[in-house]
């Protein structure tokens, strides 16, 4: 089993930082692909970034870029998301989400999910 526990969302003002924590109790965390998920009330859960297991790749979704930061800590099982110069439209609950094999950006490919953390960004 692989669980994933995330942390660090909250309410920060529109410009503002987060940093959200996901730490994985798999001792084989080194060997899986990595990504951060977003859903909003009303719309589907997209793609945040990703990152492979070596962090040689990472992904992030236009909306993001030069925002977010995706990084992974293999020797303390964390994958983390900096997230920098927040908008409201960023507000959503943010998953952490695993698999075992290469990189992708669909939902439906990753088999391992956090519980979720609800970020919210006042204007």
């Known amino acids: 089993q692989v669980t994933l526990v995330e942390s660090g969302g909250g309410l920060v003002q529109a410009g503002g930082s987060l940093r959200l924590s996901c730490v994985v109790s798999?001792?084989?965390?080194?060997?899986?692909?990595m990504a951060w998920f977003r859903q909003a009330p009303g719309k589907e859960r997209d793609i945040v970034a990703a990152?492979?297991?070596?962090?040689?790749?990472?992904v992030y979704a236009d909306s993001v870029k030069g925002r977010f930061t995706i990084s992974r800590d293999n020797a303390k099982n964390t994958v983390y998301l900096q997230m920098n110069s927040l908008k409201p439209e960023d507000t959503a609950v943010y998953y952490c989400a695993a698999r075992r094999r290469i990189l992708v950006v669909l939902d439906g490919e990753y088999n391992y999910w956090g519980q979720g953390t609800q970020v919210t960004v006042s204007s």
């Open positions: 798999e001792r084989t965390f080194s060997m899986y692909t």
């Open positions: 990152i492979s297991w070596n962090s040689g790749t990472t």
